[in-house]
Nanobody, 125 residues
Framework: QVQLVESGGGLVQAGGSLRLSCVAS????????MGWFRQAPGKEREFVAA????????AYADSVKGRFTISRDNTENTVYLQMNGLKPEDTAHYYC??????????????????WGQGTQVTVSS
């Protein structure tokens, strides 16, 4: 069982920045694909960004491309989401996810095996 713990959320003004962190338990983090998803009230969970085990493959949702950066530190069992140029529409609960197997589904929630509890990001206008 893998536990994921997110941190770094908060309240920020439009145009501001936040960095989310997700720490994973266990010895096999370096082999996991990792993703960030978000869910706003009344909306479905949506893909934000993903990174494969080596960091060699990265994907972003069109809505965050150029503003958000995903990265990972396998020595620290941590994946990051640097969010710049935040907009009110980025307001959501952000979830970290881990995939033990590369299913080729890094942009889909069903491609992941484990989920954190999430961290709230609120962007004021």
């Amino acid at each position: 069982q893998v536990q994921l713990v997110e941190s770094g959320g908060g309240l920020v003004q439009a145009g501001g920045s936040l960095r989310l962190s997700c720490v994973a338990s266990g010895r096999f983090f370096s082999s996991y694909g990792m993703g960030w998803f978000r869910q706003a009230p009344g909306k479905e969970r949506e893909f934000v960004a993903a990174i494969n085990w080596s960091g060699g493959t990265i994907a972003y949702a069109d809505s965050v491309k150029g503003r958000f950066t995903i990265s990972r530190d396998n020595t620290e069992n941590t994946v990051y989401l640097q969010m710049n140029g935040l907009k009110p529409e980025d307001t959501a609960h952000y979830y970290c996810s881990a995939s033990q197997i590369d299913r080729g589904l890094m942009k889909l929630a069903r491609g992941y095996d484990y989920w954190g509890q999430g961290t709230q990001v609120t962007v004021s206008s």
